[in-house]
């Protein structure tokens, strides 16, 4: 079956602009993370959807960060005024409820000039 | 916050060898992944270690967690070139929201 799907795949901006994220999970798939990987810091976790539960925001780095999760199924991670640490590859993944192997999309990379 | 140190950070075989990949947690271990990643490409999901003293394995990769020294390993045996990429370990911290938390990956190269 379709595995989770990113995009875009790449998105360079400038500094100061919003941009968007889109992230299709696995369908079936209740669970959805955002990470971001990027040079030096490894993988980070930012925020987690379960369901209709609210989320955990725990991860997200400051408030021009914000992801939502329409219909428990496609979600968007929004960057507001980016700032060129922003730069990294956003990583989506998605998971069963019960269970724990999570699946990751492709990733966007996204770099801000 | 759980941290993971992962060892070696980067490493150069020669096909047909056998290796070995280290990941030690700083805290109590609920769950370990293994994942691989290619340069540009997502993670690719390895196995899941749960219970102390498991040990799974994936052709060939196999896959250890020792639950009292809060580790696992990742052994590649006779190696070859479609092995190559980096390889991460993420640790399930115990709460309810099952977020991961990652090594820094370890580069493995293999030399023809």
């Known amino acids: 079956g379709a595995g989770v799907s990113q995009s875009p795949s790449n998105k360079v901006t400038e500094k100061g602009k919003d941009v968007e994220l889109r992230c299709d999970p696995i369908s079936g798939h209740t669970a959805l993370y955002w990470y971001r990987q990027s040079l030096g810091q490894g993988l980070e976790f930012l925020i987690y959807f379960q369901g209709n539960s609210a989320p955990d925001k725990s991860g997200l780095p400051s408030d021009r960060f914000s992801a939502e999760r329409t219909g428990g199924s496609v979600s968007t991670l929004t960057i507001q005024r980016t700032q060129q640490e922003d730069s990294a590859v956003y990583l989506c993944?998605?998971?069963?409820?019960?269970?724990?192997?999570?699946?990751f999309g492709p990733g966007t990379r996204l770099t801000v000039t | 916050s759980q941290e993971l140190e992962q060892s070696p950070q980067s490493l150069i075989v020669q096909e047909g060898k056998n290796l070995t990949i280290n990941c030690t947690s700083s805290?109590?271990?609920?769950?370990l992944y293994w994942y691989k990643q290619k340069y540009g490409e997502g993670l690719i999901f390895l196995m899941m270690l749960q219970k102390g003293g498991e040990e799974k394995s994936h052709e060939k990769i196999t896959a250890k967690l020792d639950e009292k020294k809060q580790q696992s390993s990742l052994h590649i045996t006779a190696s070859q070139p479609s092995h190559a990429g980096i390889y991460l370990c993420g640790a399930d911290n115990g709460g309810s929201n099952y977020k991961l938390t990652f090594g820094k990956g370890t580069l493995l190269t293999v030399n023809p």
């Open positions: 805290k109590t271990l609920y769950g």
């Open positions: 993944a998605s998971s069963s409820l019960g269970l724990h192997e999570q699946y």
